[in-house]
């Protein structure tokens, strides 16, 4: 398979953020990484690999180098997408639909849900004999759908309408008699129902990855923002071969789309704690380790809006981008991508000398974007960075659409990151080694 084709299979396996670090932990399990578990001692060897989980939705992955850290090299994406929460099985209203209780999570393109076959995904806390565990649940089945009000009854919808997430989307699951979800989920993990101790279950399209396009050209899926993202920079991880000094790092977080502000979020004690614990294992000294932190690097993906061929005018005039034009590197005056003029230097200089190809992202200066991880997780770990990602149409939206090459260019100028030997000589210039 290829690049696109292992993206598809690697989302089609990851309809919520827990499928997604249990997908990338297995791929890091068959490349021969150690699982460490944060509340146990860690052991860690030189030119070896590992990773570990929070909260089963944020996964974080290291490879040391074969001598003295003197600077790491680390990507960040996101597992987390737009979509609805469950609340309840059981939602108010005619008794002669079933309906869930469900609350939106990020910011989403309403429409985009509505009148499409939708399933359910996330994890139950089951009872067990010794105490509780989670179990991951996605039933792979077309369930429920969110039924728009036909034309008839709303004779102006095509003029615009501001969907209420308490009236117009709330999910019909069912008609009355029909099993519960509850049930459903038990009779999937084999438990009692009362064995259901809690659950954070999400809505998912069931629309798998395909191809579009007379050559193939375009790829459309769910949840491309940013599981293109988060497996593309896994990919050229993976590539990478354990360097002399810079250690690697693979960051996936969960809840970018809902401010990072959580334990296993990009604002969270995560990434600093594991750089800690890294440091006293190998018995770095303060000044190693501020020295190493200077000397670093980091490549924040997550994706940017493509020019729309039916509204080109949203896009800045002066930094289009396009499907398959290569890796995005975005720019904003405002801050809100961590890109400088140094970074990007630095990356388009290992792009350029790997074939890769890059093109550059801002938003209209009359319509500022949305800030990204970097921006946020330079609050927790300041070294420098650099936002990149792909370009995709429909961000943000139930199904989005990307270009069939981009995929493979993101890993390889991840994979370029990774092996290329460079180093900080003063402010504000880099060697290559």
């Known amino acids: 398979m290829n690049t696109l084709q292992r993206l598809m299979d690697f989302i089609a396996r990851s309809p919520s953020p827990y499928h997604a670090v249990h997908t990338a932990a297995a791929l890091l399990d068959e490349a021969g990484f150690t699982r460490l578990e944060e509340y146990a001692s860690w052991a860690l060897e030189p030119g070896k690999g590992y990773y570990t989980t929070r909260n089963q939705s944020s996964l974080i992955a290291f490879r040391l180098p074969l001598e003295t850290v003197t600077g790491w090299r680390m990507t960040a994406a996101h597992s987390d997408s737009p979509t609805f929460y469950i609340k309840s099985d059981v939602l108010e ?6 309906r869930l209780s469900a609350e939106d999570y990020g910011g989403m393109n309403r429409a ?24 991951l649940v996605y039933l792979d089945r077309d369930l429920l759908t969110i039924p728009s009000l036909a034309i008839h ?12 997430a308490q009236k117009d989307m709330q999910p019909l699951y069912g008609l009355a008699g029909s099993p519960s979800l509850t049930q459903l989920v038990a ?7 009362e064995d259901i101790l809690s659950t954070d279950l999400t809505l998912c399209p069931r629309q798998q990855p395909v191809v579009l396009g007379p050559a193939g050209e375009l790829f459309q899926a769910p949840r491309i923002d940013d599981l293109g993202c988060a497996y593309a920079t896994l990919e050229g991880f993976l590539a990478a071969a354990p360097q002399k000094n810079a ?29 800690a614990r890294i440091a006293h294992v190998l018995a770095l000294d303060p000044q190693q380790v501020r020295q190493a932190l200077a000397g670093s690097m980091l490549l924040s993906a997550d994706n940017g809006h493509a020019v729309h061929p039916n509204f080109t005018e949203k896009a800045d005039p002066a930094n289009k981008v396009y499907p398959n034009g290569g890796v995005v590197v975005k720019l904003s005056a405002s801050q809100k991508y961590t890109t400088t003029g140094l970074t990007a230097g630095l990356f388009r200089a290992i792009c350029q000398k790997s ?34 990602g792909m370009a995709q149409l429909a961000m943000h939206s139930a199904v989005e659409t990307g270009g069939s090459q981009d ?13 290329t030997a460079f180093s900080l000589t003063a402010d504000g210039a880099y060697q290559f080694i």
């Open 93 to 98: 209203g005619d008794k002669r639909y079933l």
């Open 112 to 135: 985009s849900w509505m009148d499409r076959p939708l399933t359910v995904a996330g994890r139950a806390i089951v009872k067990t004999r010794d105490g509780v565990e989670s179990r």
């Open 153 to 164: 009854q709303q004779r102006d919808v095509n003029k615009g309408h501001d969907y209420n």
């Open 187 to 193: 009779q999937t993990l084999g438990v009692s129902e």
């Open 247 to 275: 250690g690697q790092v693979y960051c996936l977080f969960d809840n970018e789309e809902v401010g990072s502000g959580t334990r296993q979020g990009a604002l969270s004690s995560f990434l600093p704690d594991v750089l």
């Open 355 to 388: 074939g890769v190809p890059v093109q550059v992202f801002a938003n209209r200066a009359d319509e500022p974007g949305g800030s990204t991880l970097g921006n946020l997780l330079s609050h927790a770990v300041s070294i420098p960075m650099v936002d990149i």
């Open 407 to 419: 995929p493979e260019y993101l890993s390889q100028a991840c994979a370029a990151f990774f092996q």
